[in-house]
Nanobody, 123 residues
Framework: QVQLVESGGGLVQAGGSLRLSCAASGSISRINTMGWYRQAPGKQRELVATITSSGSTNYADSVKGRFTISRDNAKNTVYLQMNSLKLEDTAVYYC?????????????????WGQGTLVIVSS
């Protein structure tokens, strides 16, 4: 079982910055892609950014140039540095990761979500 725990959310004024963290724990043999998604009130969950195990990144157009995703493979942790925050960035931010665990029957794929951390951007 793999658990993801997010931290770093909170209240910030527009134009400010926040850094989110997400640590994976459990029976992890390998983590492939890690990423951040968000869900604003009344809207569907959407991709914010992802990063592969080799460091390739992908961003939503709405956050390009403002957000930076990074990861520390030794700590099984992914980060999201959010700068120049806008009112429309207000949402619950969820961490996601996928990978494999070793079992007696061979490698087993997993996909996990964190419980979410709330980011509120005020004017």
């Amino acid at each position: 079982q793999v658990q993801l725990v997010e931290s770093g959310g909170g209240l910030v004024q527009a134009g400010g910055s926040l850094r989110l963290s997400c640590a994976a724990s459990g029976s992890i043999s390998r983590i492939n892609t890690m990423g951040w998604y968000r869900q604003a009130p009344g809207k569907q969950r959407e991709l914010v950014a992802t990063i592969t195990s080799s460091g390739s990144t992908n961003y939503a157009d709405s956050v390009k140039g403002r957000f930076t995703i990074s990861r520390d493979n030794a700590k099984n942790t992914v980060y999201l540095q959010m700068n120049s925050l806008k009112l429309e960035d207000t949402a619950v931010y969820y961490c996601n990761a996928d990978g494999f665990i070793a079992t007696s029957m061979g490698p087993k794929a997993w996909d996990a979500w964190g419980q979410g951390t709330l980011v509120i951007v005020s004017s």
